[in-house]
């Protein structure tokens, strides 16, 4: 069993900032990529950053230059640094995780419950 919970969402006024957190637990044995998406309501859920297990990252081209995506594999965690924040950055962000368990010999994407994001003009 695995669980990835999520923290650090709220209500920012536009050009601040939020630092999202994502903690893996559970029969882990390794994780691979983690990264984070985005969906607004009524549109499909948007990669928004990803880092491999070697530190390799990617982003949507829309957070370029402000979001940050880092992780600390000796915690399970990821974070996500959103800075310059902009109304259209308004979504719930969801974790997510390419892990393998003890208990297989592959590995499967895994997500957390959600964080919401809300940036005012």
């Known amino acids: 069993q695995v669980q990835l919970v999520e923290s650090g969402g709220g209500l920012v006024q536009a050009g601040g900032s939020l630092r999202l957190s994502c903690a893996a637990s559970g029969s882990i044995f390794r994780i691979n990529a983690m990264g984070w998406y985005r969906q607004v309501p009524g549109k499909q859920r948007e990669l928004v950053a990803v880092?491999?297990?070697?530190?390799?990252?990617n982003y949507a081209d829309s957070v370029k230059g402000r979001f940050t995506i880092s992780r600390d594999n000796a915690k399970n965690t990821v974070y996500l640094l959103m800075n310059s924040l902009k109304p259209e950055d308004t979504a719930v962000y969801y974790c997510n995780a390419d892990i393998q368990t003890w208990v297989t010999t592959t590995s499967y994407d895994y997500w957390g419950q959600g964080t919401q994001v809300t940036v005012s003009s």
């Open positions: 880092i491999t297990s070697g530190g390799s990252t």
